[in-house]
Every structure is written in structure tokens, then in C-alpha cells.
């Protein structure tokens, strides 16, 4: 037989479609091509695969070999397609059986010495395979990723062991995942005092909205953004596989013991655009999609490029980001919550009762006008967080509610939206939120006196009744009240400032 048919994966953002390796031996001078579209490094794999051939003792065919990765107009990039092709080699020259190639799918890179080399975007790849019904045989260093998907995961350290599977003469061993190694994570027990911060922090969990923290240096706004991944409950398996999936293919490496954890993401303010939403000319994903189903914290918010924070404003609506590039493009999930902090003036003492603020009311102006009315339209809660005074900053002042107590009411809080609407009342659409979020005739009268005393815009108006929807949530009502609503109002602050500022 002089045609040999082995199953693989690609990689496209964060989906594996298959890939069908096809490898013939024909007459003519010794050669081997590889068409497909292949990128450089799949190329080169003729080199390595005739090598790590050779080292394992078999006979390298003295043919005009060609190897066809289907389908054509799909590009191939990395080494992950060296073990198929490999296998094609030894299956089209009839040293190893083809019958047992079409029960399971192949990824690995290959050494010259013929061990097999991890790959990135396995996990991705697992779950496709175990869609489709077949096993997956990976390199040993991919082991524990591929276990996550809990399908027929088999692993292999040379090319030798994966020919003696398909001869039947040994078994590969299993993928196991590893012990889960849950992190102590930060608790909100060490903030002291902020209590309209906390507060804050609180309804952000309970309704996945996005939060704005404003206050001098030094005064807790990132010690409060940390704590809100553990505010948040434990993420379901599919919420994890996503974003573990997404940490796969990002060429950053995924801890397998800790993909149930939520994300944190701070990148530094000096981080570009894209570096936020992802790119290359093999797109990965940015930070925004590494927050996916976590948190992502942008602290000194008016010291970013402007550019680099007006692309978050549709993958806030839309949680996808799409990257698109001249010879390809790739849509990645992000659905984070946003969290960003920053000072109230370029000293970062404007209101401080100290006084020692010297900023001109245009120098203040110009500062926040660095961050654009359209992307904090689209934070739900605004908050102050003010200087603290030293006493309660003593080590023996009683320390608030330890995370583990506000999660507990999140959690009931989440239940309630989850049972009404099926999803957070941050994204609620404008019907559902019409229908969810109905006010008294007074509530809707003063909710229209706040919009048009703030000039906000509709945004503005269905953000604020999301919240007071949360907050109804939070404290076990049915309706909407007066108290929820006018606390909701009450998040809008840097809608206040703006309104003082301009008189």
C-alpha cells in the first residue's frame, strides 16, 4: 500500500479542526514535499521526521514521498504535525499497520533523536477529539493537559512507543490529570474600613458589572480589585475548559492543577492594543481574552494609550474579540469583568481633606478626559474610595466580612438572576432589562430627574437599572425599590464630577 491516511489537529484561536495528513509514495528521485499551506516550521518537519525515522530504527523510504495536509485552504503553523506525518511515512512503506491509525488522532514535535516534544493548543484539540469519538495520543509534557478533557488521552515519549501501540506489542499509559492545588487566594477580610467600597465590590460579584475605583495614592484600590475573583463562585467545568482552552493556545503555558481558578489579569498601563485584545500574524489572545470568565484590572486607567482602551469597549458588549489578519483571523472569547482604578487628579489628592492638591480645575479636566465618556458609559459602578484615617488602620481594629461570607450571598444572589432571566443582570439585553427591572411610577420619575440632572445617556439609564436590580437581588426583593435605586444612582460618580466640573 502506498498511501497512508493519519488524523491531527490544527489550530485556529481557540478551535482544533481536524486535519487529515495524507501521505503518498510515488516512483521518481528520492524527495519529500509537503503542500496544505503549510507555515515554516511544518516545512521543516521533513528534515526531522527523516531524522527521529532513522533514530528509531525503521527505514526511511527511498521514494518520492508527499504528504498532503487536508483541508488545502486551512493554514498549518508549529511542529504539532510531526508524529502524523511520521506515522503516514512508516504506514504508507508498510512497516506499521494502517488499520489502528484511523482509531485515534496525533500531536507532537519531534526530535531528531525521535522523542516527542510538547506542543501548545492540546487542550483544544483533546476536547475535538473526544467530540468526534476518537483517542489522542500526545507527547508526555501534554499529559495532564489533555486529561482535562476527559476523553481517551494516551501518552507517549518517543516515536518507537507510539509504533508499538499501533503493533499491538504495548500499551500507552493515560493521561492523568494532576491533583488540584487551590490557591489561598486574597481575602477581603485584610481590607479595613472602604465600607462603600466594599459594598461596591460586593454588587459587582453579585451581578457581574464593571467597576471604577477613584481615590488617592495608597488608598486600597488595588489591595479591593484583587479580592473580587474571590468574591466570585467557584466557575462551572464548561466556564473552566474555556478559559483553560484559551490559556492553551496563548503560548503562555497552563498550570493544569489550577484551571478551575478564576483569572486575574493586571497588565501594566504601559501595555498596547494589541496586547489587550490579541494578534500576531498567528493570532493568540490578549489579556482581555485571558480574563475570560475572571477579572480584569486595569489600574492607573488615564495613564493608558487612549487607543489601546477605546478597543475594549465593544468585547465589553459583545464579550468576543475577533482578530483578523491578511492571511487569516481567529474570534476569541471575553466575557471579564472589568475592574480599573485611578487617581483623581495627576497628584492624586483632588478632595483629600489634607488640601495639599495644587491641580487647576483645567489641569483636572484635561487628566480625566485622558479616559473617554463612551468606555465609562460602559462601567456600571462608580465609587470614591477615600483616604482612610490612621486608627482604622491599627492591627487590632475588628477586620469586616471575610470573603468566604460575602460569596455566600453573591452565590444566592447569582441563583435568583440565573432562575428569573438565565443570565447576570449585567447582560440583561434591553428587553430583558424593561421587563426584570420595573420601577414604581415615583422610582421612574426620579430615575428620569437623575438622567437628565447628569445628562447621561440611555446606556447610562439601563446600566443603572442592571444595578439597582442587583441590589434588589442582594437583598432578597422581588421589586425594585426606592432605596436600590437611589443607591444605584449613587455609583455614578464620576458622572457627578463631570456635571460639577462643567459648572
Not at 411610577?441 to 439601563?462: F, I, M, W
Not at 432578597?476 to 462643567?502: C, F, K, P
Request: glycine fraction near 8%; include cysteine; proline fraction near 8%.
Amino acid at each position: 500500500m502506498n498511501l497512508a491516511l493519519v488524523h491531527s489537529r490544527a489550530r485556529t484561536g481557540v478551535r482544533a479542526p481536524a486535519v487529515r495528513v495524507e501521505v503518498h509514495l510515488g516512483g521518481g528521485l528520492p524527495s519529500m514535499s509537503i503542500v496544505g499551506l503549510p507555515e515554516a516550521a511544518v516545512r521543516e518537519a521533513k528534515d526531522r521526521v527523516r531524522a527521529a525515522i532513522q533514530c528509531a530504527q525503521f527505514e526511511f523510504p527511498a521514494r518520492r514521498i508527499t504528504v498532503n495536509l487536508a483541508p488545502a485552504d486551512l493554514p498549518k503553523d508549529g511542529g504539532r504535525f510531526d508524529l502524523p506525518i511520521a506515522l503516514g511515512v512508516l504506514a504508507a512503506s508498510g512497516q506499521i499497520p494502517l488499520e489502528p491509525l484511523g482509531r485515534y488522532e496525533f500531536l507532537g514535535e519531534l526530535a531528531l533523536t525521535g522523542e516527542l516534544r510538547a506542543v501548545d493548543g492540546v487542550l483544544p484539540a483533546a476536547l475535538a477529539a473526544a467530540e468526534a469519538g476518537r483517542g489522542l495520543v500526545v507527547p508526555a509534557g501534554n499529559g495532564a493537559e489533555a486529561a482535562l478533557a476527559r476523553g481517551e488521552a494516551l501518552t507517549a515519549r518517543t516515536l518507537l512507543e507510539v509504533c508499538a501501540l499501533l503493533d499491538g506489542r504495548k500499551r500507552l499509559p493515560p493521561a492523568e490529570a494532576p491533583p488540584a492545588r487551590p490557591g489561598a487566594g486574597p481575602d477581603l477580610a485584610d481590607v479595613r474600613g472602604q465600607a462603600q467600597a466594599r459594598r461596591a465590590l460586593e454588587i459587582a460579584a453579585a451581578g457581574g458589572h464593571h467597576l471604577l475605583l477613584v481615590g488617592p495614592p495608597g488608598c486600597g484600590k488595588t489591595l479591593l480589585a484583587s479580592r473580587l475573583p474571590g468574591l466570585l463562585p467557584d466557575a462551572s467545568e464548561a466556564e473552566a475548559l474555556e478559559t483553560a482552552a484559551i490559556a492553551s493556545v496563548s503560548g503562555r503555558g497552563l498550570d493544569p492543577a489550577r484551571w478551575r481558578e478564576r483569572p486575574f489579569r493586571a497588565p501594566h498601563h504601559t501595555a498596547s492594543a494589541i496586547a489587550l485584545v490579541g494578534g500576531g500574524a498567528l493570532p493568540r489572545p490578549g489579556e482581555i481574552s485571558l480574563a475570560h470568565h475572571g477579572v480584569l484590572f486595569l489600574d492607573e486607567l488615564p495613564e493608558w494609550d487612549r487607543r489601546a482602551l477605546e478597543v475594549l469597549r465593544e468585547p465589553l458588549e459583545s464579550g468576543v474579540v475577533t482578530v483578523s489578519r491578511a492571511a487569516r483571523s481567529a474570534e476569541f472569547p471575553a466575557r471579564f469583568q472589568l475592574v480599573a482604578a485611578m487617581n483623581p487628579c495627576p497628584c492624586g489628592w483632588a478632595g483629600d481633606a489634607s488640601a495639599r492638591c495644587h491641580c487647576s480645575p483645567d489641569t483636572i479636566r484635561r487628566y480625566r478626559a485622558r479616559v473617554s465618556g463612551p468606555l465609562l458609559d460602559r462601567i456600571d459602578l462608580h465609587v470614591e474610595v477615600p483616604r482612610l484615617p490612621p486608627a482604622q488602620l491599627r492591627p487590632e481594629a475588628p477586620p469586616g466580612e471575610s470573603s468566604a461570607q460575602v460569596r455566600e450571598r453573591v452565590a444566592r444572589a447569582r441563583e435568583r438572576q440565573l432562575a428569573r432571566a438565565g443570565c447576570l443582570n449585567a447582560r440583561l439585553d434591553q428587553a430583558q432589562t424593561q421587563s426584570h427591572c420595573r420601577l414604581a411610577p415615583a422610582d421612574q420619575a426620579l430615575l428620569e430627574r437623575a438622567v437628565d440632572a447628569l445628562q447621561l445617556s440611555a446606556r447610562s439609564l439601563h446600566r443603572i437599572l442592571r444595578v439597582a436590580r442587583t441590589i434588589a437581588d442582594l437583598a432578597d426583593e422581588a421589586q425594585i425599590h426606592t432605596a436600590h435605586l437611589t443607591e444605584a444612582i449613587g455609583y455614578r460618580r464620576v458622572d457627578r464630577g463631570a456635571q460639577a466640573q462643567a459648572a
